[in-house]
C-alpha cells in the first residue's frame, strides 16, 4: 500500500476533498455520487485523476 506522507500527503488529502465537495454539490445520481466518492477515498490519486477527466461536473456554472 502506498503511503503519502508530508506535503505531498496534505495536497493528495485537499485535491481529494475538493473532489469530494464537488462530487457531493453535482447534478448526478446518488449513485453515481457513491460510486465516485469510494473511487476517490479508496483509490487517493488514480481515483482523482479519473473523477477530474470524466467525473460529474459541480451544478455551479463556472465561466
Do not use: D, H, Q
Amino acid at each position: 500500500m502506498f503511503e503519502y506522507a508530508g506535503i505531498g500527503g496534505l495536497i493528495i488529502l485537499v485535491l481529494n476533498i475538493w473532489a469530494i465537495v464537488s462530487i457531493i454539490g453535482s447534478g448526478a445520481s446518488t449513485g453515481s455520487k457513491v460510486l465516485w466518492t469510494l473511487l476517490v477515498l479508496l483509490l487517493p490519486i488514480l481515483g482523482f485523476i479519473a473523477w477530474l477527466i470524466a467525473g460529474p461536473r459541480s451544478s455551479k456554472a463556472t465561466i
